[in-house]
């Protein structure tokens, strides 16, 4: 599973009525790149991408 699958899947259950706005390729496994995608679509959506990516680091 690529790191854009769990962030998808994370966004989905933690916030189902924005994981729309926050959906990246699944195919990306990059943090970086996942940042840099949401990021440019806004700063409030960079902020919750760069939250759920460390809920997922956390749960190595």
């Known amino acids: 599973m690529t790191l854009a699958e769990r962030y998808n899947a994370e966004a989905r259950r933690l916030m189902p009525h924005m994981a729309e706005d926050l959906a990246v390729d699944a195919a990306i496994n990059n943090a970086g790149h996942i ?9 409030f959506l960079g902020g919750m991408a760069a939250v759920l990516l460390a ?3 956390q749960q190595k």
């Open 35 to 43: 940042d840099e995608i949401v990021f440019r679509r806004s700063e």
């Open 55 to 57: 809920l997922i680091e």
